[in-house]
């Protein structure tokens, strides 16, 4: 029987999605019957898929329950991937203080929920961290549910009241907040996003700073992306972050697919910026055979 495929989006975020285009025409080469399916369609009969891919369901961001209360709904009647513990354990940067517990080294972080004082974190993240590391001169204000950049932020060691007003205003927007050193290599090297299927190392890219010292914002498109190749301690410290989750997880096989975002820090180590493991734009433009690789790892789960 031939197996069928959800590749699963939203319908304002399908036209952005430039990986989907490669990986269907993948799945055709394969055989493998792939159909686009929009999260939000009551009409998708997602128990007669041998299995659901999230790919490009972006617009969950700012309807979180209800996206993790559709992957609870679909998971049992198909195979939802990546599984839906593991979607909510990474939209949430939280998971960052996890993966510093188990070695993995990350972007240090310090987090502050709304009922905190602010001003008493603040100086104490700014004692501990930026004592340690004085070249550091400004932080990164950020929300701990977030994409695209959205409200990130950075500020001088010198303008805490900007950076504390600033921790106010999202503490009332309810979000829970993250604070970092800013990491100046971002500015020179990039970042470097590194993709994964089956916990096999697949390609890289290096993605453009996207705060800039005037405060403009960007978000990251095309055109701030370029291929590259990870160096081997990126692809040691993403392999061990995949590894870690995994272990916090308690899953059995690994990722389907994961992104790990890394900046260097000023001592020239990697760190972890970010994990995208539930729907993760994979840059397979950027890299030949990438999307052969996601299908067949895909049809091997599903026994195509
Ligand atoms: N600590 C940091 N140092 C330097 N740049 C950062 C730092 N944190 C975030 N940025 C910049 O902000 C962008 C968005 O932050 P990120 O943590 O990747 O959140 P998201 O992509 O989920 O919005 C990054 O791509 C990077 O350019
Ligand atoms: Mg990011």
């Known amino acids: 029987m031939m197996k069928t495929l959800a590749l699963v989006t939203s ?19 394969l055989g493998l ?3 686009v399916c ?13 299995a659901a891919v999230l790919r490009s369901p972006w617009n969950y961001v700012d309807a979180l329950p209800a996206f993790m209360a559709w992957c609870d709904r679909v998971a049992p009647v198909t195979r939802l991937f990546n599984p839906p513990q593991v979607a ?6 939280r998971y960052l203080s996890d993966l510093a517990r188990l070695g993995v080294p990350v972007v240090p972080s310090c987090f502050v929920a709304p009922q905190d004082n602010v001003d008493a974190v603040l100086h104490g993240f700014l004692h501990d961290f930026l004592k340690s590391q004085p070249q550091a001169a400004e932080i990164v204000v950020k929300p701990t549910v977030g994409a695209y950049s959205r409200d990130v932020q950075r500020f001088h060691r010198d303008r805490l009241d900007l950076a504390a007003g600033y921790i106010r205003t999202l503490h009332a927007r309810c979000h829970q907040v993250i604070l970092q050193p800013y990491l100046s290599s971002i500015d020179r090297d990039g970042e470097t996003n590194l993709a994964f299927f089956d916990g096999q190392y697949s390609h890289a890219i290096r993605k453009s700073a996207m705060l800039m010292a005037d405060g403009t914002v960007h978000v990251p498109t095309q055109d701030l992306r370029q291929a590259r190749d990870a160096d081997a301690d990126e692809q040691a410290v993403a392999g061990a972050a995949l590894r870690a989750a ?6 059995r096989e690994p990722l389907l697919y994961a992104r ?8 020239g180590q990697p760190m972890v910026l970010e994990l995208e493991i539930c729907e993760p734009s994979l840059n397979l433009p950027f890299a030949e055979g990438s999307a052969l690789r996601f299908a067949q790892a895909m049809a091997r789960r599903v026994g195509h």
């Not at 909510?88 to 940067?93: E, F, G």
């Not at 995994?246 to 899953?251: N, Y």
Request: include cysteine; glycine fraction near 6%; proline fraction near 7%.
């Open 246 to 251: 995994a272990l916090h997880l308690g899953l």
């Open 260 to 267: 790990v975002d890394l900046v260097r820090n000023d001592e």
């Open 88 to 93: 909510r354990w990474s939209l949430d940067k």
């Open 33 to 35: 019957h792939a159909e």
């Open 11 to 29: 319908a304002g975020s399908l036209p952005i999605d430039v990986d989907m285009p490669l990986l269907l025409q993948a799945c055709r080469s």
């Open 38 to 50: 929009d999260w939000e369609d009551p009409d998708v009969p997602w128990g007669r898929f041998d």
